[in-house]
């Protein structure tokens, strides 16, 4: 069943990894059609590369791919830069967007005064996707400035929903809070799957299968997770026997300050998206 939003046209300033993510996920749940996206990439083979993929309107120019859609009324700028390159971008973008224009950031740090003195519009939304994202499975922190109405608040929403869940917050440093939580949390995972596979490894599996009972052990236990609704001490006292090879292993875990190396992880990155905003 399509949830088009009638005439919405979008341009997707940068479409990297997460643009096109974005783009193909509205796509595919019929939210937009493909005419009415406009992208911009400065390599020419990853400009064709879209085009003959999805069939949007592609160009070099960030100016030209904003213009597409400024003042149109029922649009959105969405902003999938890398940090470093935000500076530039606003410059291109200098004069384009129509003071009533929607604009929507998933760049890092960037404050939202930041972009809407840059942009020159009052309608600004910060967000912060994660890398499941790319396959539809993500969760993204999103706010937005009190000029973004609510009709325009359910666009961002359909918008994000195509890369998964999303989740309003009430204040700006909530999405900083989102980025060490939610967006750098794959990375904590990762490095956990990483850790486990390894010591498969080191018991004699090979490592595919030590991979395949990592990933489906933890595919599995975050399902069950969700689906009981019960907290993860209860979950984690659920399979603890005394005297058991899991009272073993949470003695080691703790032993090893598992807890307080994830809590100051989550805190360090917190402070670096913090600061990265600050040294604008």
């Known amino acids: 069943m399509s949830n088009k939003i009638k005439d919405l046209r979008l341009a997707f300033i940068g479409c990297g990894v997460m643009g096109e993510s974005m783009a193909a996920g509205l796509l595919r749940e019929g939210v937009v059609d493909p005419e009415n996206i406009s992208a911009s990439h400065p390599r020419d083979s990853r400009r064709a590369e879209l085009k003959d993929k999805y069939g949007i309107n592609v160009c070099a120019s960030n100016a030209e791919a904003a213009r597409a859609v400024a003042g149109h009324g029922n649009s959105a700028v969405v902003l999938c830069i890398k940090p470093q390159r935000l500076g530039r971008v606003l410059t291109d973008l200098e004069g384009v967007l129509h003071p009533n224009d ?76 989102a980025t060490s939580l939610s967006a750098t949390g794959p990375t904590y995972i990762f490095m956990v799957m990483e850790a486990l596979t390894d010591a498969g490894v080191h018991l004699g599996f090979s490592r595919d299968m030590a991979k395949e009972l990592v990933q489906e052990t933890m595919l599995g236990s975050v399902r069950f997770a969700m689906e009981s609704n019960m907290h993860p001490a209860e979950l984690r006292n659920m399979v603890t026997s005394p005297g058991g090879t899991s009272a073993e292993a949470i003695y080691q875990m703790e032993k090893g300050t598992l807890r307080t190396v994830l809590s100051k992880a989550v805190y360090a990155a917190y402070k670096s998206a913090v600061e990265l905003g600050r040294s604008r």
């Open 102 to 177: 929607l604009a929507i950031s998933i760049v890092a740090g960037a404050r939202i005064g930041d972009l809407a003195e840059g942009l020159g519009t009052a309608k600004v939304v910060r967000a912060m996707p994660n890398t499941p994202a790319q396959i539809g499975a993500g969760i993204t922190a999103w706010t937005c400035t009190e000029a973004v109405g609510e009709v325009d608040r359910r666009h961002v929403r359909e918008i994000l929903s195509a890369l998964g869940k999303e989740l309003f917050v009430e204040t700006e440093n909530m999405v900083d809070m």
